[in-house]
């Protein structure tokens, strides 16, 4: 049976609504638990509009733009945002800390130029014994790192005045995908998520079954020997 959320979510278009509803019928557990709201560029640009900080809209860009985790955002430091360079189109933050560990992580040369501007006009006015780039400012904790929570509060508080609702991992999984549906191979995909192994990856495959099945249909639609083609040419 057709679930609710898949129904009504103005998050997910009639075409992956129909593919949802299908893996669902298979029962299949593991991919059904790896499905979450898919959020559109204009719903984000009406979350950013509702900000006032600049730091938080930076923050929620980078979550967006990059699929990165949330920690691995609040854990950016100073010293590794690289220098801008706008004859080139993407970016690399080398060896962030991840889960533990460590990788890169790749960012449009547009928001690195715009969080290099928010460093030197902004951030840099706040005098730490830190350098991460996301700091309270509030004069109680002025300068410390800003925490899972307080980033988690202003979503939702957000989230309350206009109406639409996700949390951190959803923006990780959109983005996700969206390079999935995008027909990159899931071995770069996998690089640029950061996924230790591969079948994290390939979870998300699911939702670009509309895109294959599209392209196959296009590719046999020229073949003669099922009725397609033309004059054998």
């Not at 898919?38 to 923050?59: A, G, H, N, V, Y």
Request: aromatic residues 10%; proline residues 2%; charged residues 30%.
């Amino acid at each position: 049976a057709e679930m609710p959320f898949f129904k009504e979510s103005k998050y997910v278009d009639e075409e992956m609504r129909q593919e949802l509803n299908k893996v669902i019928e298979t029962g299949n557990q593991s991919i059904i638990d790896s499905i979450v709201n898919m959020i559109f560029d204009d719903e984000m640009e009406l979350f950013l509009s509702r900000l006032d900080k600049r730091r938080d809209i930076l923050l929620y860009k980078m979550l967006y733009l990059t699929g990165a985790r949330i920690q691995e955002v609040l854990d950016l430091e100073i010293d590794s945002v690289p220098l801008p360079d706008m004859s080139q189109l993407v970016g690399c933050f080398r060896q962030i800390k991840s889960k533990g560990k460590t990788r890169d992580l790749y960012v449009p040369m547009s928001l690195i130029k715009e969080l290099d501007d928010f460093i030197m006009e902004e951030r840099n006015l706040i005098d730490t014994d830190h350098s991460y780039i996301f700091v309270s400012e509030q004069k109680r904790q002025l300068g410390k790192q800003l925490t899972y929570r307080a980033a988690y509060d202003k979503l939702k508080k957000v989230q309350e005045e206009i109406g639409v609702d996700f949390n951190f991992h959803d923006l990780r999984h959109t983005f996700c995908s969206n390079l999935v549906q995008s027909g990159m191979d899931v071995s770069v995909v996998r690089m640029i998520m950061g996924h230790e192994h591969l079948s994290t990856t390939q979870k998300y495959t699911h939702l670009s079954n509309p895109y294959i099945e599209d392209s196959l249909s296009r590719y046999w639609n020229q073949s003669t020997l099922i009725g397609g083609g033309s004059g054998g040419k």
